[in-house]
């Protein structure tokens, strides 16, 4: 599941350029290539490779990819902070997974709280999860507000070679070495793409008709819009 869910940068990518129109560099596309590549050589020749929870996984990458670019949108575009996206996306979620929750687990919920002589060490847990699920989501916002969806998803691929490493040290599951070079061509890839964010800003960094031609190309409108927020003309309306 984490590594097919590393397939997020790529469909953020696609989705901003299909949907919001937003340009990226060649560079940026092609510093997915390898990024992709690992990730399909990790997941074919994944042992308990499964096609509904491939698709599965697929569509979380969908879902994944939507909020990042809504939450660059409030961030960026309509100037929100982090801790103030949290404040008005929390009671939206609450609302989404209350009728869920009740109906697929609300009988289990009550059985558990009249089985059970004493609930004290299970709520610590649940509000310890809660207060780590709040601190998760606010340096998710925090992380696309000093960047943008695309570096938070390419950063967050990172995890995957921790799973994976972790998965063998506690649960010993085996990794083949087609899995290995996988997820080092995934690392790469990631390596990459930093240091093409990196060559873009350092180059819009300088100002237009001072540098060099390659500059100045670099300082095109084109290139440029990839750095513009996703809403441009509503934030003077708020």
């Given at each position: 599941?984490?590594?097919?869910?590393?397939?997020?940068?790529?469909?953020?990518?696609?989705?901003?350029w299909?949907?919001?129109?937003?340009?990226?560099?060649?560079?940026?596309?092609?510093?997915?290539?390898?990024?992709?590549?690992g990730?399909?050589?990790?997941?074919?020749?994944?042992?308990?490779?499964?096609?509904?929870?491939?698709?599965?996984?697929?569509?979380?990458?969908?879902?994944?990819?939507?909020?990042?670019?809504?939450?660059?949108?409030?961030?960026?575009?309509?100037k929100?902070?982090?801790?103030?996206?949290?404040?008005?996306?929390?009671?939206?979620?609450?609302?989404?997974?209350?009728?869920?929750?009740?109906?697929?687990?609300?009988g289990?919920?009550?059985?558990?709280?009249?089985?059970?002589?004493?609930?004290?060490?299970?709520?610590?847990?649940?509000?310890?999860?809660?207060?780590?699920a709040?601190?998760?989501?606010?340096?998710?916002f925090?992380?696309?507000?000093?960047?943008?969806?695309?570096?938070?998803?390419?950063?967050?691929?990172?995890?995957?070679?921790?799973?994976?490493?972790?998965?063998?040290?506690?649960?010993?599951?085996?990794?083949?070495?087609?899995?290995?070079?996988?997820?080092?061509?995934?690392?790469?890839?990631?390596?990459?793409?930093?240091?093409?964010?990196?060559l873009?800003?350092?180059?819009?960094?300088?100002?237009?008709?001072?540098?060099?031609?390659?500059?100045?190309?670099?300082?095109?409108?084109?290139?440029?819009?990839?750095?513009?927020p996703?809403?441009?003309?509503?934030?003077?309306?708020?």
């Amino acid at each position: 599941m984490q590594t097919i869910k590393s397939f997020t940068p790529a469909t953020t990518v696609i989705l901003q350029w299909l949907v919001w129109s937003k340009h990226f560099e060649w560079r940026i596309w092609a510093s997915l290539v390898p990024i992709v590549g690992g990730i399909l050589l990790t997941s074919i020749t994944e042992l308990s490779f499964n096609m509904f929870g491939f698709c599965a996984a697929m569509v979380g990458c969908l879902a994944t990819s939507t909020k990042t670019i809504l939450a660059e949108s409030l961030l960026h575009g309509y100037k929100f902070d982090s801790i103030n996206t949290v404040y008005y996306m929390a009671p939206f979620a609450t609302m989404i997974l209350a009728l869920p929750a009740v109906l697929l687990e609300g009988g289990g919920v009550v059985t558990w709280f009249y089985t059970h002589d004493s609930i004290a060490s299970a709520l610590v847990i649940i509000i310890g999860s809660g207060v780590l699920a709040f601190c998760l989501n606010f340096s998710i916002f925090y992380v696309i507000h000093s960047t943008t969806a695309v570096t938070f998803n390419v950063a967050g691929n990172l995890k995957v070679a921790v799973a994976v490493l972790v998965s063998w040290l506690i649960f010993r599951n085996p990794i083949s070495p087609m899995n290995a070079i996988g997820c080092a061509i995934t690392l790469v890839g990631c390596t990459f793409y930093g240091y093409v964010r990196h060559l873009i800003s350092q180059q819009q960094a300088v100002a237009p008709g001072t540098g060099s031609p390659t500059t100045s190309q670099t300082n095109s409108p084109r290139s440029r819009m990839e750095m513009l927020p996703l809403v441009g003309d509503k934030q003077e309306k708020v």
